[in-house]
């Protein structure tokens, strides 16, 4: 009997890829992990390159990519493009796409729907919630049907409204403890990791050690199990106003700009295109092209 090389099925991970379990693996060695959110695929080669871990197609998109004022306004079909781009350019990373606001807080079933969207359409290998309460029986939906959940507690920016603002989340004792209890109750309604925004640090710490699946941090100090930063802002080509967790690694605004001027520049006084950006054409067929010009302008 011949056998055929095995081929992944729909729900195999590709050849490369990071696996869930790898990822559980690294909590358990006190391996960092790393995130880093991008939303087409050349960003997805360099943050493969890089060695991130995990990128997130956030719902950030919104206001970095798309440009509004907040991450509401991002539609699953908006999401779902960039979600694609993200996969095509990112081997190893696991590509989690964010489910938009609206996408998951009607009912079970139409979170369901849209997250299977993302698999299915998007390519991506797991889908990410904002919330716990409501959300609890979504991840319960969706990890019963086979679609990998990470969750996100503390400033959740799809309700920034509810909260009062874009600000730190878990400063009482009380408020403390019901994300803690919220981080437990994800975990027990089967989310793979956790993502922690702007909460206290030790309160994150304490959380982190809680669980066994790994936390990913944003404004939550050093001890979650991995960090996540959004691409404009740890490569400075956001030119809003950075929250005080992002650490700025470049100046991308500032390099593209000074490129665009230089370009501009050149263009209008003609040191653009030089001979070597140009194509030749051999000067018989230059002649005869000019001749039969020529003959048709008569
Ligand atoms: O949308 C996003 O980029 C996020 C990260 C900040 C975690 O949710």
């Not at 009380?174 to 309160?203: Q, T």
């Not at 001027?261 to 003609?270: A, I, K, L, P």
């Amino acid at each position: 009997m011949t056998t055929r090389p095995r081929q992944p099925g729909p729900n195999a991970p590709a050849p490369g890829k990071l696996t869930l379990p790898e990822l559980a693996e690294m909590k358990r060695r006190s391996e960092k992990i790393v995130m880093v959110t991008a939303y087409d695929a050349p960003s997805a080669r360099l943050a493969d390159a890089a060695g991130a871990d995990l990128i997130l197609v956030g719902d950030s998109a919104a206001m970095v990519v798309l440009g509004h004022d907040s991450t509401v306004p991002a539609t699953v079909d908006e999401m779902l493009v960039l979600t694609r781009a993200v996969t095509r350019g990112a081997r190893r990373p696991l590509v989690v796409a964010d489910m938009p606001f609206g996408s998951f807080q009607v009912s079970d079933e139409s979170a369901l729907e849209n997250a299977i969207r993302f698999v299915k359409e998007g390519d991506a290998e797991a889908v990410k919630v904002e919330g716990a309460g409501p959300t609890l029986s979504r991840v319960q939906a969706l990890v019963g049907a086979g679609v990998p959940v990470m969750g996100h507690i503390g400033l959740t920016p799809q309700s920034a409204t509810m909260l009062g603002g874009f600000k730190a989340q878990g400063r009482t004792s009380e408020k403390a403890l019901r994300l803690y209890e919220d981080a437990r109750a994800l975990e027990a309604a089967g989310c793979f990791s956790i993502v922690l925004e702007a909460v206290p640090a030790p309160v994150a710490t304490r959380i982190t050690h809680a669980l066994s699946i790994p936390t990913i941090g944003i404004g939550a100090g050093a001890d979650t199990d991995g960090q996540v930063l959004v691409w404009h802002d740890l490569l400075g080509l956001y030119e809003g106003r950075a929250p005080r967790f992002v650490k700025q690694y470049a100046d991308l605004a500032g390099e593209i700009r000074r490129a665009l001027e230089t370009y501009v520049g050149e263009v209008r006084t003609g040191a653009f295109p030089e001979e070597r950006h140009t194509y030749a054409i051999p000067e018989q067929e230059l002649a005869e092209f000019e001749a039969e010009v020529a003959e048709l302008l008569r």
